[in-house]
């Protein structure tokens, strides 16, 4: 008999980010022209906030709520490692939709003490990752979700389905909107409904697609399912007869663990972006070394170079009696079409050095700056990835200062012969401006608008200038930055 785990993550969006769950606060997402909640808090919902409402709305109830933008991507990316992380429990699971993970738990409870055992184990783990959850086990995967979303949770017994999932509503079923409001006009609100109606009239009614997802939830049928493969993991290790210490012999067996692991990402069309190079000692310890690259690499040579200034750290201790090197991220390895002129394209020439960098400098301070989506200047830029492609905007933004003070520097100003800064007088020779700037009103409701002036003084210097227009009257005066 088989059994399936469901683990459904109701705040996962929110949760993920580490916010309190006493905090009412939300993430935005679009819809054409429209801002919408994408996710909200356990506070906010307390509160009546809820996924799909639109922002105007939410913010004339809570002026103040805290708003960031919803990222998607990131979002299924952190529950793909979270579905990872379930392997503990079973070898078989799988995110499920955008805010649950199912575990195919078939045979394996009495590793844990029986399913009263092992739903405890997933429960105290699930709270102390800070996540809210809720937890079901059945004979199906259908049923897991339903018992798990719009059930009580916990353990249906073998051979229970239709008496316990009879009174759950018809949205238990996961079926389209439209084919909800359908049964709903019916009057078929509860899967008992459905149960008691003869299959073919409801087929031609609501397609094959209502019949099907009502026959899997029972086991009537079986469900094709797609489980998460764990990745193929790329170790090399290599014993020595003799414990070495010296930094040639090291850097010897490196170049050795090298060529063997490239070999075998080669036939596997892959490239390392993360080795980690480990030696193990003769007491029982270890030290480690890893290096990131800035795109796929598989060339020996440049890779061992990434590892000289790590290895300037080596103790060998009393001795090294193994080496180990493990390519902890890969990619696919994919060769660039090089210009007409033969030489490599800029990427290819690029990346080494940048590699060099971070291993020298560390990976936080290697980024190029980006544009974003913002009129604000604090919100207009963005830290990404050197060699990611850069956005482009159809209006570029007037000249901005290279850097910008955080916050900006409180001046005084007669907005038109002079500014003090820092107890020094600036005479003001030329002006330009003003250039109205007002918030991200959906981030930063609270903050006033913003007149911008580029000035030069009298010695020369140039400087970036704004007041504040709080309900369009004059306000202080700041410096945002310097132009070279």
């Given at each position: 008999m088989t059994r399936f785990v469901s683990i459904q993550l109701p705040f996962w969006a929110t949760d993920r980010l580490g916010w309190p769950a006493d905090r009412r606060a939300a993430l935005l997402t679009k819809d054409g022209s429209a801002l919408l909640l994408a996710a909200v808090t356990p506070a906010a919902a307390r509160e009546g906030l809820r996924a799909g409402q639109r922002l105007a709305d939410a913010l004339a109830a809570f002026p103040d709520l805290p708003v960031e933008t919803f990222e998607a991507e990131a979002t299924h990316q952190a529950l793909v490692r979270l579905a990872a992380r379930c392997r503990r429990w079973s070898p078989l699971t799988a995110p499920d939709?955008?805010?649950?993970?199912?575990?195919?738990?078939?045979?394996?409870?009495?590793?844990?003490?029986?399913?009263?055992?092992?739903?405890?184990?997933?429960?105290?783990?699930?709270?102390?990752?800070?996540?809210?959850?809720?937890?079901?086990?059945?004979?199906?995967?259908?049923?897991?979700?339903?018992?798990?979303?719009?059930?009580?949770?916990?353990?249906?017994?073998?051979?229970?389905?239709?008496?316990?999932?009879?009174?759950?509503?018809?949205?238990?079923?996961?079926?389209?909107?439209?084919?909800?409001?359908?049964?709903?006009?019916?009057?078929?609100?509860?899967?008992?409904?459905?149960?008691?109606?003869?299959?073919?009239?409801?087929?031609?009614?609501?397609g094959q697609q209502a019949v099907r997802r009502l026959d899997a939830v029972l086991g009537l049928t079986q469900q094709a399912l797609r489980w998460q493969k764990p990745a193929v993991r790329y170790v090399e290790r290599t014993p020595f007869v003799e414990p070495i210490g010296t930094r040639e012999s090291v850097e010897a067996a490196l170049g050795h663990l090298l060529t063997r692991l490239i070999d075998r990402l080669t036939a596997a069309g892959l490239g390392v972006r993360r080795l980690v190079f480990i030696l193990e000692r003769v007491d029982g310890t270890w030290q480690d070394f890893s290096i990131g690259t800035a795109q796929a690499e598989r060339d020996p040579r440049v890779l061992a170079r990434l590892f000289r200034d790590p290895l300037d750290g080596l103790?060998?201790?009393?001795?090294?009696?193994?080496?180990?090197?493990?390519?902890?991220?890969?990619?696919?390895?994919?060769?660039?079409?090089?210009?007409?002129?033969?030489?490599?394209?800029?990427?290819?020439?690029?990346?080494?050095?940048?590699?060099?960098?971070?291993?020298?400098?560390?990976?936080?301070?290697?980024?190029?700056?980006?544009?974003?989506?913002?009129?604000?200047?604090?919100?207009?830029?963005?830290?990404?990835?050197?060699?990611?492609?850069?956005?482009?905007?159809?209006?570029?933004?007037?000249?901005?200062?290279?850097?910008?003070?955080?916050?900006?520097?409180?001046?005084?100003?007669?907005?038109a012969d002079y500014f003090i800064w820092q107890r020094r007088t600036h005479r003001i020779r030329r002006a330009e401006g003003p250039e109205r700037i007002a918030p991200d009103w959906w981030r930063t409701p609270e903050s006033p608008a913003r007149d911008y002036w580029r000035v030069e003084d009298t010695a020369g210097g140039r400087f970036w200038l704004f007041q504040t227009r709080p309900n369009d009257q004059p306000g202080p005066w700041f410096l945002h930055g310097v132009f070279p």
């Amino acid at each position: 008999m088989t059994r399936f785990v469901s683990i459904q993550l109701p705040f996962w969006a929110t949760d993920r980010l580490g916010w309190p769950a006493d905090r009412r606060a939300a993430l935005l997402t679009k819809d054409g022209s429209a801002l919408l909640l994408a996710a909200v808090t356990p506070a906010a919902a307390r509160e009546g906030l809820r996924a799909g409402q639109r922002l105007a709305d939410a913010l004339a109830a809570f002026p103040d709520l805290p708003v960031e933008t919803f990222e998607a991507e990131a979002t299924h990316q952190a529950l793909v490692r979270l579905a990872a992380r379930c392997r503990r429990w079973s070898p078989l699971t799988a995110p499920d939709g955008e805010a649950a993970l199912l575990l195919d738990v078939t045979g394996v409870a009495g590793l844990f003490g029986g399913e009263e055992g092992l739903m405890a184990d997933i429960a105290a783990a699930f709270t102390g990752f800070g996540l809210h959850h809720r937890l079901a086990l059945a004979e199906t995967p259908g049923a897991a979700w339903a018992w798990a979303g719009f059930g009580t949770g916990g353990i249906l017994p073998v051979g229970s389905l239709r008496q316990m999932l009879a009174p759950l509503p018809v949205a238990a079923l996961r079926l389209p909107p439209d084919v909800l409001a359908g049964l709903h006009k019916l009057g078929l609100r509860q899967i008992g409904a459905l149960l008691d109606q003869p299959r073919a009239p409801l087929a031609n009614r609501f397609g094959q697609q209502a019949v099907r997802r009502l026959d899997a939830v029972l086991g009537l049928t079986q469900q094709a399912l797609r489980w998460q493969k764990p990745a193929v993991r790329y170790v090399e290790r290599t014993p020595f007869v003799e414990p070495i210490g010296t930094r040639e012999s090291v850097e010897a067996a490196l170049g050795h663990l090298l060529t063997r692991l490239i070999d075998r990402l080669t036939a596997a069309g892959l490239g390392v972006r993360r080795l980690v190079f480990i030696l193990e000692r003769v007491d029982g310890t270890w030290q480690d070394f890893s290096i990131g690259t800035a795109q796929a690499e598989r060339d020996p040579r440049v890779l061992a170079r990434l590892f000289r200034d790590p290895l300037d750290g080596l103790d060998p201790g009393f001795g090294i009696e193994a080496a180990r090197l493990e390519a902890v991220e890969t990619a696919p390895f994919l060769r660039r079409q090089p210009g007409l002129d033969g030489r490599a394209v800029i990427r290819d020439r690029l990346a080494p050095l940048l590699d060099r960098l971070r291993q020298r400098l560390g990976d936080a301070s290697v980024y190029r700056l980006h544009p974003q989506e913002s009129h604000w200047p604090e919100a207009a830029i963005r830290r990404a990835d050197p060699l990611a492609p850069v956005p482009s905007f159809a209006a570029p933004p007037p000249p901005r200062p290279m850097q910008l003070y955080t916050p900006p520097q409180p001046v005084e100003s007669d907005g038109a012969d002079y500014f003090i800064w820092q107890r020094r007088t600036h005479r003001i020779r030329r002006a330009e401006g003003p250039e109205r700037i007002a918030p991200d009103w959906w981030r930063t409701p609270e903050s006033p608008a913003r007149d911008y002036w580029r000035v030069e003084d009298t010695a020369g210097g140039r400087f970036w200038l704004f007041q504040t227009r709080p309900n369009d009257q004059p306000g202080p005066w700041f410096l945002h930055g310097v132009f070279p």
